[in-house]
């Protein structure tokens, strides 16, 4: 990473970390929604999945470690040190994701996301990412972030 340069070197920080999307699909509140489900039928899970990438969202964009601990509670150690020094390269983030597809099976979910990220007031980047997640007996959590 060190032959890269400021938003480069941020973003692929990010990206290392699953933290750094072409959209096409309604929101279900307004504008100002992290997380966009597409119009066709989902999985009855569709709004307890939506509200934890949110909540990953917002915890990314508030670089807030015990908020992305809380919908990600597997975090290693590697992946805790790299979410530092992430939050630590920006001064802000926002981040808007669009539900492509969503795959539940049971207590388990993949859904896949396109994602677009303004790091320091400059869209940076829009790419794939693919979240799997894993239900308890109480709520979602995210178990890995890929592309």
């Known amino acids: 990473m060190a032959r ?19 959209l096409s699909a309604r929101s279900i509140a307004d504008d100002a929604v992290a997380v966009m489900l597409p119009s066709s039928a989902l999985s009855a899970e569709a709004p307890d999945i939506r509200k934890v990438l949110e909540t990953y969202v917002h915890a990314v964009e508030a670089k807030d470690l015990d908020m ?25 983030q926002m981040i808007k994701m669009t539900v492509l597809s969503m795959e539940v099976k049971e207590r388990t979910a993949t859904v896949k996301v396109a994602r677009r990220d303004t790091i320091n ?21 995210i178990q890995d972030i890929g592309r």
């Open 4 to 22: 890269l340069r400021g938003s480069a070197r941020v973003l692929a920080a990010l990206w290392l970390v699953g933290l750094a999307s072409p």
């Open 68 to 92: 992305f601990r809380s919908v990600k509670p597997n975090l290693s150690e590697d992946e805790e040190r790299r979410a530092r020094a992430a939050f630590k390269s920006v001064q802000s």
């Open 121 to 141: 007031g400059s869209i940076v980047s829009s790419f794939p990412q693919t979240f799997q997640l894993a239900k308890d007996s109480a709520r979602w959590t």
